[in-house]
């Protein structure tokens, strides 16, 4: 059974950090596109960052570019999105997606269960 399990969400101030893991298991990830979305009360589901199959390439849209960074370990089927200098609007349920269209950022088939970010003013 392919799960992806996302760990790290908490609630913490504004400017502060937050590390967010998936880990990937029931088979590799190793030679797929991975991706962060993330989805807040009432809005649609948004893009935060996308890392090719082996992490030479990494995409983060304006919006959290210069605060977030994503990267991998395909060792450890193991995928981090590094969330830095945190903002209110920042909050969100943040979901892990598996085999990204890394090119035009569509999701792929695989999902985790996602982690509750809140970030206070």
């Known amino acids: 059974q392919v799960q992806l399990v996302e760990s790290g969400g908490g609630l913490v101030q504004a400017g502060e950090s937050l590390r967010l893991t998936c880990i990937a298991s029931g088979r590799s990830f190793s030679n797929v596109a991975m991706g962060w979305f993330r989805q807040a009360p009432g809005k649609e589901r948004e893009f935060v960052a996308g890392i090719s199959w082996d992490g030479s390439r990494t995409y983060l849209p304006p919006i959290v570019r210069g605060r977030f960074n994503i990267a991998r370990d395909n060792t450890e089927n193991t995928v981090w999105l590094q969330m830095d200098s945190l903002k209110p609007e920042d909050t969100a349920v943040y979901y892990c997606?598996?085999?990204?269209?890394?090119?035009?950022?569509?999701?792929?088939?695989?999902w985790g269960q996602g982690t509750q970010v809140t970030v206070s003013s």
């Open positions: 997606n598996a085999d990204l269209d890394f090119w035009r950022l569509v999701p792929g088939d695989y």
